[in-house]
């Protein structure tokens, strides 16, 4: 019976852990920048405008509550054109960026990289004022912007001693769930 209920633990232990693992799938589609949409092309430089695209990506799959799924498995053979591309672009300043544009241009998520900048105001204020004002910020950040209205928000890391923690906040300095 004892051996039961441990390796029960393990088991339900391990499935818990497997949920919670999302990962971007690894597999890119490369292609060559002939191959996108000029739409797509002209949105990138609009929206970035200190850096240049680095290499281009189809990208057929789409973000499902428990993981990424391809959109439509064709399109991993190459056999129809794409419905979404993505872009890694090395910024002027150090920093990096994944982009995904839907094929009419229209962003769908922008993840860039901060190297040492400084936060807004408001997010420091927001930061200072909250539990974790004691904690160290790290020299990286993120700056998400999703869709059409490009929402942004930071992703910033805190330490403290052997303690870690990922915020997420707003423009405004709102602390928000975990995205």
Do not use: C
């Not at 852990?17 to 739409?39: A, H, R, T, Y």
């Not at 290499?55 to 973000?63: K, L, N």
């Not at 391809?70 to 150090?94: A, C, M, R, S, W």
């Not at 009419?104 to 408001?122: H, Q, T, Y």
């Amino acid at each position: 019976m004892l051996a039961s209920m441990i390796v029960l633990a393990f088991t339900l232990q391990a499935i818990a852990q497997q949920d919670m693992k999302v990962q971007v799938p690894m597999e890119k589609l490369v292609i060559d920048q002939s191959q996108v949409p000029q739409v797509v092309k002209t949105a990138v430089r609009k929206d970035v405008a200190d850096g240049q695209p680095v290499q281009w990506h189809t990208f057929p799959y789409v973000f499902k509550k428990y993981g990424w799924n391809v959109i439509n498995p064709k399109l991993v053979k190459k056999d129809k054109k794409p419905d979404q591309y993505e872009v890694y672009i090395k910024t002027n300043h150090g920093g990096r960026i994944d982009a995904v544009y839907g094929k009419d241009g229209n962003l769908v998520r922008m993840r860039e990289v901060l190297k040492n900048i400084e936060l807004p105001i408001k997010i420091d204020d927001a930061i200072a004022k909250s539990q974790y004002k004691d904690w160290n910020i790290s020299k990286d950040k993120e700056l998400i912007t999703v869709g059409e209205e490009h929402v942004k928000h930071y992703v910033v890391k805190l330490s403290k001693g052997d303690q870690h923690k990922t915020l997420f906040i707003d423009e405004k300095g709102n602390f928000l769930p975990h995205v």
